[in-house]
C-alpha cells in the first residue's frame, strides 16, 4: 500500500494585502497595490455572492481602487482570476523539497499549491463549483508547468499534458475535500505515482 511522503507544511502563497484603513479611491497606488487589493476584494466578494455576479466594477469598489485603473491590468474578472492563480504558482515553483526523490518533490510541489490556495476555500471552490466547471481550465496548463519546474523536472510536452490533467483531477478532490486535506494528500499521492508510471511508459521517465 503506497503511502505519502513525510512533509512539513509549507507556507501557503502570499495573501492579497488588505487596502489600508482610510485609503479611497484616489489615494496614490502602484499597479502591483491595484491587483493586490483588487485580488482580495474579488475573493471576498466570490465568497459572498455567485460568480456571475462578480463583476470588474464590483470588484473595484470593494477593493477602493478606480476602475479605469484597475482594468488597464485586469479587463475582466476572469483577468484578475488568472493573475492570482499565477500568485498561487509561485508557491509551486518555491517549494522547498530536500528529497532526491522526484515523486517526493513533486508531492510537495503539488501540495505547496493545495495550500496557498486553502485559505481561500470558500471563494475558490465557488468560482470552480457545479456553476463554473471550467472556470479555472485556462490556468491548468500553466500551472502544471510550475509544478513541475518547481520540483525540478523539465516539462516536456508529454509531461505537461499529463500533468496538466492530474492537477484537474487534484483540484476536484480538494473542491469536495476540507479538515486535513486527508483524502486531497492521498489522491495526489496515488495519481503522482500514475503519473510516473506512465511516463516511464512513454519514455519520458525521470
Not at 105 to 122: I, T
Not at 159 to 184: E, F, H, K, P
Amino acid at each position: 500500500m503506497s503511502r505519502a511522503p513525510a512533509r512539513r507544511r509549507t507556507p501557503a502563497a502570499p495573501r492579497a494585502r488588505k487596502p489600508p484603513a482610510g485609503a479611497g479611491p484616489d489615494a496614490p497606488l502602484g499597479p502591483d497595490d491595484i491587483l493586490e487589493r483588487a485580488g482580495a476584494a474579488m475573493l471576498k466578494l466570490a465568497a459572498e455572492r455567485p460568480w456571475r455576479e462578480v463583476s470588474l466594477r464590483a470588484i473595484a469598489a470593494e477593493a477602493g481602487t478606480p476602475l479605469p485603473a484597475l482594468y488597464e491590468r485586469a479587463p475582466s474578472a476572469l483577468h484578475l482570476l488568472a493573475w492570482l492563480s499565477g500568485r498561487f504558482d509561485r508557491a509551486a515553483l518555491t517549494a522547498e523539497a530536500e528529497s532526491e526523490d522526484p515523486h517526493d518533490r513533486l508531492f510537495e510541489a503539488v501540495m505547496a499549491r493545495v495550500e496557498a490556495m486553502e485559505p481561500h476555500r470558500a471563494a475558490l471552490t465557488a468560482i470552480i463549483g457545479a456553476e463554473n466547471p471550467l472556470a479555472l481550465a485556462p490556468h491548468l496548463p500553466r500551472t502544471a508547468r510550475a509544478i513541475l519546474e518547481g520540483a525540478g523536472i523539465p516539462a516536456t510536452p508529454a509531461r505537461w499534458a499529463a500533468m496538466s490533467a492530474l492537477w484537474t483531477r487534484i483540484v476536484q478532490v480538494w473542491r469536495d475535500d476540507g479538515g486535513a486535506l486527508n483524502r486531497t494528500m492521498a489522491e495526489i499521492d496515488k495519481r503522482l505515482r500514475q503519473f510516473r508510471s506512465l511516463m516511464r511508459r512513454l519514455g519520458e521517465g525521470f
